[in-house]
């Protein structure tokens, strides 16, 4: 059975690529989100397996989206942010990857949320 994602990205050339790279690794993405309201609401609807996120989004973050999710649903996440040291203070166990990003470490750290999830 095929994996689901979302993106939580308010750059649309970003999200095609991180779409793409999902879906070279056998992911159905469920939507791309650019607010955080939009992708809570997205979350619930798709019920994904995986939510990649930038932390600053065009209304509210990143992570209070992911909070807000976690409230009603177990998610694996990765960051993919030019942000991260704030993503870290608030989330110090958060996977992250640094913008500008490329497939390898976009696939490692997909593979380390899954596995740390167990």
Same mark, same amino acid.
């Given at each position: ?7 939580? $990205?308010?750059? #649309?050339?970003?999200?095609? $690529? #991180? +779409? *793409? ?14 607010? $955080? ?8 609807? %798709?019920?994904? *397996?995986?939510? #990649? ?13 992911? $909070?807000?999710?976690? #409230?009603? %649903? ?10 991260? +040291? +704030?993503?870290?203070? @608030? ?20 593979? @380390? ?6």
């Amino acid at each position: 059975m095929r994996r689901t994602a979302i993106i939580i $990205e308010d750059d #649309l050339l970003i999200a095609f $690529e #991180l +779409e *793409d790279i999902l879906h070279e690794l056998d992911f159905t993405v469920g939507g791309t989100f650019v607010t $955080e309201n939009d992708a809570v609401a997205g979350a619930f609807s %798709q019920k994904p *397996d995986l939510l #990649l996120v930038d932390y600053r989004l065009a209304q509210g973050d990143g992570a209070s989206a992911v $909070e807000r999710i976690r #409230l009603q %649903q177990a998610a694996r996440v990765v960051y993919v942010s030019a942000s991260g +040291e +704030e993503v870290l203070r @608030r989330e110090p166990d958060a996977i992250h990857v640094d913008k500008p990003f490329d497939r390898n470490r976009i696939a490692a750290a997909i593979d @380390r949320a899954f596995h740390d999830a167990g």
